[in-house]
């Protein structure tokens, strides 16, 4: 089996797992990899666990379309991460309920979103970031992303939800499943006296897996 029929059978069997799982609701997210051509890509509208391995959009390094259905709108996204990202095999948007409701909070820190409440999400993606909202699809949320990338492999968009790049499709989806539990964790913690990692516990584990 050739690597970009490996990526396509890989992206149906995740996204069935993760919609399986109830990580994201509906046609309300999408995946891509970065494969020799380019990007494969879910198509616009397409529900991950439904994905048909034949008609995933393959485009090119500039988001051209080569085949497969028309790609999801938010393919910008997912270009930024790359862009920014060089080790980024796989990016993966969700709407995640917890993540989701996280990012519709008011006065978090957008360079620092959750606080280091477990050594896990620090070991997977480091330090979380926030953009603003922007309507879904449009150039101003891809530029936000954009500027965020590089320093976050995991980023939360206001109002919207996560998203997050890994050095391959298994590894992004770990990384999602990190952030969501994370959220989940600070939204059950909140008002509650909480103990977190120290700084410096933050700092050593940065050190040694960011």
């Avoid at 799982?21 to 997210?29: D, K, V, W, Y």
């Avoid at 978090?108 to 603003?132: E, K, Q, S």
Wanted: with cysteine; net charge negative; hydrophobic share 45%.
């Amino acid at each position: 089996m050739t690597p970009l029929a490996l990526a396509r059978e890989q992206m149906v069997t995740l996204g069935k797992s993760m919609f399986d799982r109830g990580l994201t609701p509906g046609a309300s997210a999408n995946i891509s990899i970065k494969v020799e051509e380019g990007f494969l890509m879910t198509p616009t509208g397409s529900c991950i666990g439904f994905l048909d391995a034949e008609t995933l959009s393959l485009l090119d390094e500039n988001g051209n379309l080569i085949s497969g259905d028309k790609p999801s709108k938010e393919f910008i996204l997912h270009k930024a991460m790359y862009d920014q990202r060089p080790d980024a095999g796989a990016v993966i948007h969700l709407h995640s309920t917890w993540s989701t409701a996280l990012s519709c909070k008011a006065d978090l820190n957008p360079d620092d979103v959750i606080p280091p409440l477990t050594p896990y999400l620090i070991m997977r993606l480091g330090r979380i970031g926030l953009v603003p909202y922007f309507p879904p699809g449009a150039a101003e949320l891809g530029a936000a992303v954009r500027e965020k990338a590089a320093a976050h492999a995991g980023i939360l968009m206001a109002n919207h939800g996560p998203i997050v790049s890994g050095k391959d499709l298994i590894t992004a989806m770990f990384n999602m499943e990190e952030l969501e539990e994370s959220a989940k964790l600070m939204l059950l913690l909140e008002g509650k006296n909480v103990n977190p990692l120290a700084e410096s516990d933050r700092q050593e584990l940065l050190a040694r897996f960011g």
